[in-house]
């Protein structure tokens, strides 16, 4: 008896790149909802505005936006500087990821709330990196 060897193939980038814009949106959707369940009041209020409530059509709209500019940012950088791509991407994520928590300090609401937000600033950035750049070889 011999042992067929079994490969399977490696998903396209474009494949790969699209799940992870749906990770994107899903993951922190569910985040979203998990705190709704659990009774966060989404309900923010940054000085000199009138309160928003951040509703499920933000969070979509909002990490979906965030998911499709970083595959511009990423799809430029391995047009232009192929080389470096994948690490000047990973960097760049990394530091707006960071700077997003900035207006999560500016603004007032419950603990609740701006701990369900962050995270799902966090599960964005988690989906993207993990699925966006092209695997090592």
């Known amino acids: 008896m011999s042992a067929a060897t079994v490969t399977t193939p490696a998903?396209?980038?474009?494949?790969r790149r699209a799940l992870g814009v749906v990770a994107a949106v899903v993951a922190p959707l569910a985040i979203w909802a998990i705190g709704a369940l659990a009774g966060v009041d989404y309900t923010i209020e940054s000085p000199g505005q009138p309160a928003t409530n951040i509703g499920a059509g933000a969070i979509v709209m909002i990490a979906l936006g965030a998911a499709l500019?970083?595959?511009a940012a990423l799809a430029l950088l391995e047009r232009f500087a192929a080389r470096v791509a994948r690490p000047v991407w990973i960097s760049l994520a990394v530091v707006v990821t960071v700077l997003s928590f900035v207006p999560l300090f500016g603004v007032e609401a419950t603990s609740g709330a701006k701990l369900a937000l962050g995270a799902t600033h966090v599960a964005v950035a988690v989906a993207l990196i993990a699925l966006l750049p092209r695997p090592r070889r």
């Open 11 to 15: 998903p396209s980038p474009l494949r």
């Open 69 to 71: 500019l970083g595959w």
